[in-house]
């Protein structure tokens, strides 16, 4: 079993920086971070962040040049740097691995609020 936890969310002014961790938790697990989730009340999960099977990062335009992905697999942990913060990117965001078998893991969600 594995428990994804994210932090480092919280409220932050227009064009502010916030920069968020999703650690690992789980004994005799290989976790592979598939990438960083949003998701407003109402609306679909989109996708932020990718890390793809072919080694490549993925944003979406919306975030693009905005928002940096990286991990420490030997802290378990993803990140997620985001800059130029708007009120458009207020949302939980959610990061997503899967383990040694495939399993796709989700955690509880960290709330993003940008607004002055």
């Known amino acids: 079993q594995v428990q994804l936890v994210e932090s480092g969310g919280g409220l932050v002014q227009p064009g502010g920086s916030l920069r968020l961790s999703c650690t690992a938790h789980g004994s005799g697990f290989k976790v592979n971070f598939m990438g960083w989730y949003r998701q407003v009340p109402g609306k679909a999960r989109e996708l932020v962040a990718e890390l793809t099977s072919g080694g490549t990062i993925n944003y979406p335009d919306s975030v693009k040049g905005r928002f940096t992905i990286s991990r420490d697999n030997a802290k378990n942990t993803l990140y997620l740097q985001m800059t130029s913060l708007k009120p458009e990117d207020t949302a939980v965001y959610y990061c997503?691995?899967?383990?040694?078998?495939?399993?796709?893991?989700w955690g509880q969600g960290t709330q993003v609020t940008v607004s002055s």
């Open positions: 997503n691995a899967e383990d040694e078998d495939e399993y796709s893991y």
